[in-house]
């Protein structure tokens, strides 16, 4: 006869001991790391009117960041609880989108995301650059030349296309854009420009929303270059206009200003600049007709045109108080000779700074370019940015 419960008593009576006997055990447990996931729900050919949005689940986004392969940085904000991101404005037309983003868990976990799309072309509406002065073919112009940029059609965001006009220079400047009316803008530098230096111009606008369903057209470029750095003083009380040519004096001319028998006979002070020259022209009483009381109509050689309202360096033979006293209708006059000589080194951009007390004249600073008569912080505020 055999017993199995025996037996079975045994054996759990040595388990029991060496169960009693064993050391107690203390293992340790390792969580999976929470891996952010990062998704964007931008799809090919993209609207470029139309916000994307980044988010992520488990995690928050440090960084985000989304350029055109025009390399513009495209603007977005984040939520409040930085789960999310979604862009701001129109993005480039026709262009690859890169998004770049980092986001982090809770337990320092750091996911990197990349990835790109595209958006749909749209046609240009025919907006771009008519005409940009003074950048004429093989012309070196003055350190006070301004770049006047004019566009085909009225600018419908000033705002908008203002940041798509870049200005670089071969040596250091600072300067501002100034609208002047709904199709021009014009750049002036806090200073003068360093002379011997070519200056480039770039509108960036294809594929750009301009505002009011407008799209850009044709990017453009021009190239400005800089000569000699070439400013005239013309002191109106000691009736000499002294020339410097990059720094130094390279001719003292005798002059003779503005008689101011009628106000706009005193010739205007402030910064002028040279605009355009002719050999000769025929100088007409301004506001007046043939048989007028004080009209004249006189023909002059070496004119030197320094505003829009008829002041010019120009040889005035008869003059003979040049030098001595003012007896021009505005004009500074000079000798032949010395006009000859202004008339051929001048550049368009030169500036000519008129001093003096004995004139109550003084320059508009619309009056042709006379845009260096305003402080570059009162330039400024004509910007749209």
């Known amino acids: ?32 790391p929470i891996v952010p996931e990062v998704s964007m729900d ?12 980044l988010s992520v689940v488990d995690g928050i986004l440090e960084e985000v960041n989304v350029t055109s392969d025009r390399s513009e940085t495209i603007d977005g904000s984040f939520s409040e609880d930085l789960t999310s991101w979604t862009s701001e404005g129109v993005l480039d037309a026709g262009s690859t989108h890169t998004v770049v ?12 995301f990349e990835q790109q799309f595209t958006t749909e072309a749209r046609e240009s509406s025919g907006f771009e650059v008519a005409d940009v002065t003074p950048v004429a073919e093989g012309e070196e112009v003055g ?19 203002e940041k798509l006009l870049v200005v ?8 501002a854009w100034r609208w002047i009316d709904d199709d021009t803008v014009i750049y002036r530098t806090k200073d003068y420009w360093e002379g011997h230096q070519t200056v480039t111009f770039t509108a960036n606008l294809e594929g750009e929303f301009l505002g009011d369903d407008t799209w850009g057209g044709e990017d453009y470029t021009a190239q400005m270059v800089i000569g000699e750095s070439q400013i005239s003083r ?41 605009m355009e020259k002719f050999e000769k022209k025929t100088m007409v009483s301004p506001g007046k007709e043939e048989g007028d009381e004080g009209y004249y109509s006189t023909d002059v050689n070496w004119a030197t045109r320094i505003n829009a309202t008829g002041e010019f360096v120009h040889g005035a033979p008869w003059n003979g108080s040049l030098g001595q ?43 042709g370019w006379g845009y260096w008569v305003m402080s570059f912080d009162e330039w400024k505020e004509g910007s749209a940015l």
């Open 1 to 32: 006869m055999k017993f199995k419960p025996a037996r079975a008593i045994a054996v759990l009576s040595l388990v029991l001991v060496m169960g009693a006997c064993a050391a107690p055990q203390t293992g340790t447990f390792t969580p999976a």
């Open 42 to 53: 931008a799809v090919e050919e993209q609207d470029p009117t139309a916000p994307f949005t």
């Open 101 to 112: 983003a980092k986001a982090v868990s809770s337990d320092g976990t750091v996911t990197e």
């Open 143 to 161: 350190v006070g030349a301004p770049i006047i940029v004019t566009f085909t059609e009225d600018v419908p965001d000033r705002a908008a296309v």
């Open 168 to 175: 670089e220079s071969e040596k250091p400047h600072e300067g």
């Open 234 to 274: 013309a002191d109106l009380d000691s009736h000499t206009m002294t020339v410097e040519v990059d720094g130094e004096v390279a001719r003292e001319i005798p002059i003779s200003g503005g008689n101011g028998e009628e106000f706009e006979y005193y010739t205007a002070t402030g910064t002028h600049l040279v």
């Open 325 to 367: 006293a003012n007896l021009s209708h505005g004009c500074l006059n000079a000798s032949e000779t010395d006009a000859e000589w202004f008339y051929h080194m001048a550049q368009r951009g030169d500036p000519v700074e008129v001093v003096g007390d004995s004139s109550p004249r003084e320059m508009p600073w619309d009056n």
